[in-house]
């Protein structure tokens, strides 16, 4: 018998998620809870969900499902994933995990102590380009990987109206690291190991906005390997294209270069460039890494086995955001270790 779910939140990226949740094995959607009761009978036609409530607790009551996707805003993801905890359902939550170290880690403690699982949806790095790296990794091809860089160039924050797509992003008091640059964090941690520390440096290009639009991040990997993350979100395409930016991967043995559209090449010293031929879905978002990401939970929670951003082991990209938000704020080098303490 398939999991049943229920989803909380009925905005822009929940129509990801439950396009994505209509594909999953083992899994299917009962209901959504939106406090806009036509936004959510809308949404619930479009995706094919029996059932709309616009109180989730009111929902969480009457499904008893085994879990719900939070797709709210991070402001709410306390307070939800809490009442999930009582219910004793696990809570599938957006990025960002919430907007306080606080509150991430109450969380974590408040869904351990009532034996849920906490599980933050993190699908970046379930991107196809970057699952595909990670295989070549592996296979030992690059050698001792000892640089990681990534240039993030998109072009929605420019001009009078930016974000037009989302435009709550414009009032966000932190924004690139917090709400973008937190998924190429994330994703550096699975590419090239732990990092120990960081250094950053953060502008606002577009003064319509509240937050840093512009950011430059300096990475110290636990493995030795160093990494460099340079990026904004004014001077590129608009659209951005599917990988939002280039990527560079260095090893003693090899390279790999990833083009914005998620192409691969790799170098093997000595060799010509050569493209890398791989699968590079077309559907759903971004190479399909919703789906990716919540067939893998779904895995996760009927087998019971860990998943790869449980929620404390998330924690530890919480913690690189906010060691480079102390950085550019202190003007020095902060380590992971010292957010977390």
Known sequence: MPMTGVMAGAGFFARFHAEAWQRVHGARITAVADPDANKA????????????????????????????????????HRALT?????????????????????????????????GVRLLIHENWRWQPWYREARRLIAEGLLGRVFHAGFRMRT???????PYEIQPYFRDMPRFLLYETLVHFLDTFRYLAG?????????????????????????????????????ANRISGPKPPPPAFGEMRLEGDRGMI????????????YGEEEREHEYD????????????AFQQHAVDCLR?????????????KTVAAVLACYRSAESDRRVRIAEVMA
Not at 52 to 76: K, N, S
Not at 257 to 268: A, D, F, K, V, Y
């Open 41 to 76: 009978r809308a949404f619930a036609r479009e995706h094919g969900i029996p059932k709309v409530y616009t109180d989730t607790a009111g929902m969480l009551m009457a499904e008893r499902p085994g879990f719900i996707d939070i797709v709210t805003g991070p402001a709410t």
């Open 82 to 114: 809490e009442m999930a905890a009582a219910n004793g359902i696990a809570a599938i939550c957006q990025k960002p995990m919430a907007p306080e170290w606080d509150d991430c880690v109450a969380m974590v403690a408040r869904c351990e102590a009532a």
């Open 155 to 161: 072009g929605d924050g420019r001009g009078p109206d």
């Open 194 to 230: 732990e990092i120990d520390s960081v250094s950053c440096r953060t502008a606002r290009i577009n003064p319509i906005i509240r937050g840093e639009d512009c950011a430059l991040i300096e990475i110290d990997f636990a493995t030795g390997a160093q990494g460099l993350i340079d």
């Open 257 to 268: 270069r990833m083009s914005p559209e998620g192409r691969l090449w790799l170098t093997i």
């Open 280 to 291: 590079r879905p077309t559907e759903g978002y971004r190479g399909d890494s919703v789906w």
């Open 303 to 315: 087998t019971n086995t860990p998943c790869e951003s449980e929620g404390r082991e998330y924690l």
